[in-house]
Structure formats: C-alpha cells, structure tokens
C-alpha cells in the first residue's frame, strides 16, 4: 500500500511541482526583479516603502506553509487508512457478510472518513483564514505606497504618471511574493515525495547485486551442501546444515510443519532469497554462478496460493510465452488435468478470469497455474503446496500425467499430503530448521518419526488413495 502511495501520488506531487511551480519561480523572479528596477527608476523612495512588507509576508507565509505541509502528511496518513478499508471491505466483502461484520466495518470507515474530513476542514479554515489575512496584507501595502506617492508628487518629487506607473508595478512585486509563499509550501512537499521515491530507487536492483553471469544448459542435478539460511531481521538461523541432493529427472517430496521452512529452500533454489552458509549446486555449478534470469527460466514453481490475471484462461496459461500455440495450451491443461473444467465454462478458453468473469475454486487456480508453468518445459519444476486445494484424485491424476512425459523432469513436491509424498523417489522430512530423515516412503513408514507419525494420521486418506490407485494400474 505504501509503495502504491508513493509510485502514485508521490511521484505526481514531484510532477506538478516541475512541470508548473518550477516555471512560475522563473516568471516570479523576472516580474519582480523587473517591477523593482521599474520603480526604483522612478523613486527609490516609493520602491523601498513597497519592499517594506515584502519580508514580512513571506516570512509569514513560510510559516503557515510549513504548518500547512505537516497537516497534509497527516492527512495522506489518514487517507490511506481509509483506502485500505475501503479496499479491504470490497475485496472481503464475503468474508464481512459472513461474520456479519457489517456494522463495525461501516463504523470503522465512517469514523476514518470522519476524521479525514475534519482535519480538511481544519486545513481548509487554516488556507482562508491565511489567504484572507495575505489579500489584507496586499492592500495595506497598495495604500501605504500610493500614500507615499501621493505625498512625494504633493512635494513635486514626482508626476502624477508616474504615480499611475507605480500602481502597476506594485502588483509585480507583491503577487509574485505571495505566491512565493505558495511554491515554497509546494516546494516542500515535492523535498518530501522525492525523498520518498529516492528511497525506493536508492534499494539496489537485484539484478545488479550478486547476480552471476553464467547461462549453462540445466540438465536438473541438483545439490544442497550444508546449506543455512537466515532472515535479516530474526536471530536464529531458520535452515541448518541443510544437505540432500536430487538426480535429473527424479521427484522429491519436501514434508514439514506449517512453517518449517519448506518454501524458503524452494526460495533459496530460485535465488529470491540468499543463503547465508554452505552451496547449492546445479549440475555441479554454483547457484551463485549463474544468472538470476536463467535459473528462474529454467525452474518454474507453482505457489500455493497462484496469482491470476484479469485475463481469458488462455492468456493466463501462456503469460510466460505469449506466441506459444493453442495446442500447447491445451497440452499443458490437460496435464495439469484442468482442461475439461475449462471446457465446461460458457466461452472456454476465452473465458475471463476475475471480477468480470468466473471465480475459479481454489483447486482449478491451482491446475490453471500448474498449466501455466508446465507449457514453459522447464527442466526443474516445483510444487508449492500447490497440490493443496486439488482432491486427492486429481492430484494423482496430475502426477501420473507427469510421470508418463518422455522427458522426465527435475521435480521437488512440497507437501503436507502424505499419499502426494509418498510416491517420490525420495522423501526429505525438515524439522526445527534440519532435515530430521530422508528415505524412501517404505523406509520412512517403517522407522518411527514424525513421518510415520502423519503418515498414520493420514491413514484414513489413504483408502481413498487407494481406490483411484488400484483405477490407475489397471490401464
Ligand atoms: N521476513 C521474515 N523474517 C523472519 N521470519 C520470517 C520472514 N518470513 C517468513 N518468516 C518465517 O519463516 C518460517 C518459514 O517459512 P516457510 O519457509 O514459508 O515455511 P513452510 O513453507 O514450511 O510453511 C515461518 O515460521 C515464517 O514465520
Ligand atoms: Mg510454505
């Protein structure tokens, strides 16, 4: 929300101050410079009785505007928080209804939008009162100055034109301060945005920060050496010593606690986050080696909660490849077994996607960003939970479509779902930050442990497993 704020109005602020305040200080400078010299040509006296106020009303209006500047971050402050409620509110409004929450969100925002509009209403009454009392300040300098005049031409120091000359100069010289005033309030409002922007731009992209050079065919070998990993803000280190290695082609199953670290290994594999201890390995080149670009085109990962466009299906499953053909759209759903529910919508593969068309179940997001990634044909793909939502069916429906590919990929399945895990080559069990076992589903039900653990838990699922299981080997 914050960036948004300052990718938006920040940098309009920043905007307008360039393309019409910076513009006006050029005109303030030569009308004043030019009213001055006018008069002073005429009386010197008369130009310094009209400089007189000039201090004054711009001191004065450094002030207000400086007061003026404090009140509007309070003000953005307080915007913001109503925008987020509002925005909450309208993206959660199923879950407001059904806490019937109504009244208490209605009472948040309006007490928000009551606030936000007495502190403009406080600024509002702030600007006229400060306008007024500067117009006053305007006259009072008109008629001091014309007074003056009018007492030099009595004394015959100066003609009446040149009185009448003199009025106009005066208006080169006073608006042009009181709109001084202005630019220095709007001035530093623009100091502030920028200083916003800058600290946004000065983050180092991370591209150019440890990025490698090298763009090797991946073929899938992949090694974790003792690899450790910390967050910058947390003491511990979150991953230990973590080692295991995965041969191309082979799948292996990620199983922890909510929490473990399951997804930050998925994450130090895609360089997203930086392992702090130890080497990873692909293909006997270190991850640190190779470009960030390259390694994330060469492993696709499918979050578990996707991420889809406002978009048709169809351009949702080729964002990565915009010119890739319809037939390998319809390839890649029908691996990620999601291709008869598309069929199944009024406009299929046309169909959007979103607000303006259908809400798709937790489960078709799921096989849609599979499909999405799967027509990529990377040679490391991951699975982040991303299996969760699918029954149990699909889900194997999905891997046995997998299996059957001629070329067989890299595959890392992060899985609480013991009946997904099992059927990997490999199984990593990850506890407090270590691997606890690694071992075949046969050799870790036999072993006692937390795998053997769920895996009793989930006993019961695996009747149902079963089932589809016994479905599958009869083909
Ligand atoms: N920026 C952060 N700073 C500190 N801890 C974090 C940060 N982000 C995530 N964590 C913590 O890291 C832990 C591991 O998260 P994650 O790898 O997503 O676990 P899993 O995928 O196994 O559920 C979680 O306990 C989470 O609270
Ligand atoms: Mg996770």
């Not at 010197?44 to 009209?50: G, Q, R």
């Not at 009072?140 to 009595?154: E, G, N, P, R």
């Not at 999601?338 to 069929?343: C, E, K, M, P, S």
Request: charged fraction near 25%; hydrophobic fraction near 40%; charge should be negative.
């Amino acid at each position: 929300m914050q960036i948004l704020v300052i990718c938006t109005s920040d940098v309009d602020t920043i905007k307008s101050f360039i393309t019409n305040q910076l513009p006006e200080i050029l005109y303030i400078i030569a009308s004043f410079s030019a009213g001055a010299y006018q008069m002073y040509m005429i009386e010197k006296k008369i130009m310094f009785v009209t400089l007189i106020v000039v201090p004054i009303s711009l001191i004065a209006s450094i002030i207000y505007f400086r007061y003026v500047e404090k009140k509007f971050e309070e003000i953005e402050e307080v915007e913001a928080k109503m925008t987020i409620a509002l925005q909450e509110n309208i993206n959660g409004v199923r879950v407001v209804k059904a806490f019937n929450n109504e009244k208490y969100e209605i009472n948040k925002f309006d007490k928000r939008n009551d606030q936000f509009r007495s502190m403009n209403e406080k600024l509002n009454n702030a600007m006229g009162l400060y306008w007024g009392l500067s117009d006053g300040t305007t006259m009072l300098q008109y008629a001091l100055t014309i007074s003056v005049a009018i007492f030099l031409a009595k004394k015959g120091m100066v003609s009446t034109g040149d009185i009448i000359a003199c009025m106009m100069y005066i208006g080169m010289l006073v608006y042009p301060v009181r709109s001084l005033g202005r630019i220095i309030g709007d001035f530093g409002k623009a100091v502030v945005a920028s200083n916003r922007v800058n600290e946004i731009l000065a983050i180092p992209d991370e591209y150019t920060l440890n990025d490698g050079s090298l763009t090797p065919e991946i073929k899938g070998n992949i090694e974790f050496k003792n690899v450790s990993f910390k967050f910058d803000d947390s003491n511990d280190n979150l991953l230990n010593n973590i080692s295991f290695s995965i041969s191309k082609g082979e799948t292996i199953a990620l199983v922890g606690k909510t929490g473990s670290g399951k997804s930050t290994i998925a994450s130090l594999l895609t360089r997203l986050l930086e392992y702090n201890g130890g080497e990873i390995l692909i293909d006997g080149i270190n991850l640190k080696d190779i470009s960030k670009h390259w390694i994330r085109k060469n492993i696709g990962i499918v979050l578990q909660d996707p991420f889809l466009y406002a978009k048709t299906i169809m351009e949702n499953i080729r964002i990565g490849d915009k010119a890739l053909p319809d037939e390998k759209v319809y390839e890649a759903s029908q691996m990620a077994a999601i291709h008869n529910d598309i069929l199944e919508f009024s406009e299929g593969y046309n169909t959007l996607v979103g607000e303006k068309g259908v809400t798709l179940s937790g489960g078709q997001k799921q096989r849609v960003a599979i499909a999405r990634m799967l027509i990529l044909d990377k040679p490391i793909i991951i699975f982040d939970d991303s299996l969760s939502a699918v029954d149990t069916k699909t889900d194997v429906q999905i891997r046995n479509a997998l299996k059957m590919r001629k070329e067989k990929l890299t595959t890392i399945i992060i899985t609480h779902r013991i009946t997904t895990a099992k059927e990997a080559d490999k199984i990593i069990v990850l506890e407090n930050g270590s691997i606890s076992d690694i071992g075949t589903h046969q050799e870790l039900a036999s072993r006692e442990g937390l795998y053997k653990m769920l895996w009793d838990i989930q006993g019961a699922l695996e009747k149902e497993f079963d089932l589809v299981k016994r479905g599958d080997n009869n083909e």
